[in-house]
């Protein structure tokens, strides 16, 4: 898509996304029949992801979960952009921390956090977060290659006071932060697949060889930080919690890789609970592990 067509789609978009969720959610309902259906949306990836993370289950089993998927998918096209039209009453109503008095802990003993989110159930109303505490947030990101695109995200995650950095940043704006005594929650998405230059460090994910980043393991080492995981849970359309699970106090003498082996286990887990909020129309095994590794 050129700037033209970006521009016309964030026009119709803005003006579409003032209605309520109720009637979004049928346009919604609309979309599901689109990308599941006629012309549909990655229905081969969705099907081997799932077929090989679950060789246990029939298909008519894996059938079901791909629905379920596709239908949460169709959610998030319209949860995600109504963010740029949620007040802070709105915001703090669908997204509830359930724990808040752990940040309010950490931040009291002077902690800075590495907090691991995935592509799962809606990470992207997480941004609610800054309501519950005094830490500032940041957001490591992964620049978009549409520029557009970028930049509309950008500006939506920045709205309510989010600072967004690339990872090739992360020391600076950690730096930055300390000489201003400011206490920082950095959050990382830690279930993106890392480019080739970055196939670092493999694992056994979903009954697959996994390249994993371990961008926060070494962050968080390195300043000692607490390591907290999201754990995002659906309570029902349009109403999502997230609990702050910590995983580790103090990180600077865990061992090599304890950190990554740790977050990826705990992601599992709420991915086999309920496999149907995962993003799976993502190629995420597409590379594949090296004989030596």
């Not at 800075?112 to 992207?124: F, G």
């Amino acid at each position: 898509m050129g700037p033209a067509g970006f521009y016309i789609y964030y026009i119709f978009n803005w003006v579409f996304m003032l209605l309520p969720l109720p009637v979004l959610y049928i346009f919604s309902d609309f979309l599901f029949i689109i990308l599941y259906y006629f012309p549909s949306y990655r229905r081969e990836v969705v099907f081997t992801n799932l077929r090989n993370s679950f060789p246990e289950k029939s298909d008519e089993e894996i059938r079901s979960i791909e629905k379920k998927f596709y239908h949460h998918l169709a959610d998030l096209f319209v949860e995600i952009p109504k963010l740029a039209h949620m007040s802070r009453k709105q915001a703090v109503k669908r997204a509830t921390m359930t724990n808040p008095e752990l940040l309010h802990r950490l931040f009291s003993e002077g902690r800075d956090i590495a907090a691991v989110m995935a592509h799962y159930n809606n990470w992207e109303w997480l941004q609610s977060i800054i309501y519950y505490t005094d830490y500032q947030t940041v957001s490591i990101y992964k620049p978009l290659r549409n520029k557009q695109f970028d930049r509309f995200m950008l500006q939506l995650r920045e709205k309510r006071g989010m600072i967004l950095t690339p990872m090739s940043n992360i020391i600076r704006t950690i730096l930055g932060l300390r000489r201003n005594n400011t206490r920082g929650i950095y959050s990382f998405i830690t279930d993106q697949t890392p480019p080739i230059s970055e196939l670092k460090y493999w694992t056994t994910f979903m009954n697959q060889d996994t390249p994993v980043y371990t961008g926060v393991e070494k962050v968080a080492i390195k300043y000692d930080m607490a390591v907290v995981f999201f754990n995002v849970q659906k309570i029902k359309r349009g109403h999502y919690s997230y609990t702050a699970e910590i995983l580790f106090e103090h990180s600077a003498d865990l061992p090599e890789n304890t950190i990554t082996e740790a977050h990826v286990r705990r992601l599992e887990e709420l991915i086999r609970a309920r496999p149907e909020y995962w993003i799976w129309s993502h190629k995420r095994w597409k590379h594949k592990r090296p004989a030596a590794q």
